[in-house]
T-cell receptor
């Protein structure tokens, strides 16, 4: 069982280019999340999906889009990358959103540099 | 606004005990999480508190006081492998996690 996988591991991207970060989970979790992590700041939620077919905006959604066509996959797209999107991106999943303990499990991350 | 405060960095000695504090101001409260993150790796779940009091799990314990908006993570019998960042996160009224910036713990022999 792999848990959550992300691809690519790292990427250097020219500003203005389009980029899709991939995330796949095999735990059949209902909820999935995309975060970015920047030095000195906490994890910030970009977009989330409580269940397949639905998505929502997090704290920092501008410049990013997501889709949730099925339970397993939750790709994040940067339509036209800018240098401020240089960050480490983590995908996470949880069995539910509301619950006694709905622990989020994280993928290994994608390190993105936009030049 | 919503805010989670933790010390930026702490240093402790191998074999000792360390307490990492977290204070929070959020719109609603639906639980507090502690995660561990080694450099260059993903965060991994350590503990969860939703009621006041102490939750113990091996060498790690986590305490919560909802009235004070305060939690701490206690690490006993420190080992070199405990060198990592420790992230405090609160689930708000919208069931979204609000994250602190993390506390980098340095363990010295």
């Amino acid at each position: 069982i792999a848990g959550i996988t992300q691809a690519p591991t790292s990427q250097i991207l020219a500003a203005g280019r389009r980029m899709t970060l991939r995330c796949t989970q095999d735990m059949r979790h209902n909820a999935m999340y995309w975060y970015r992590q920047d030095l000195g700041l906490g994890l910030r939620l970009i977009h989330y999906s409580n269940t397949a077919g639905t998505t929502g905006k997090g704290e920092v959604p501008d410049g990013y889009s997501v889709s949730r066509a099925n339970t397993d996959d939750f790709p994040l797209t940067l339509a036209s990358a800018v240098p401020s999107q240089t960050s480490v991106y983590f995908c996470a999943s949880s069995d539910s959103v509301v619950g006694d303990v709905d622990t989020q499990y994280f993928g290994p991350g994608t390190r993105l540099t936009v030049l | 606004g919503q805010n989670i405060d933790q010390p930026t960095e702490m240093t402790a000695t191998e074999g000792a005990i360390v307490q990492i504090n977290c204070t929070y101001q959020t719109s609603g409260f639906n639980g507090l999480f502690w995660y561990q993150q080694h450099a260059g790796e993903a965060p991994t779940f350590l503990s969860y508190n939703v009621l006041d009091g102490l939750e113990e799990k091996g060498r790690f314990s986590s305490f919560l006081s909802r009235s004070k908006g305060y939690s701490y993570l206690l690490l006993k019998e420190l080992q070199m492998k405990d060198s990592a960042s420790y992230l405090c996160a609160v689930k708000d009224s919208n069931y979204q996690l609000i994250w602190g910036a993390g506390t980098k713990l340095i363990i010295k022999p």
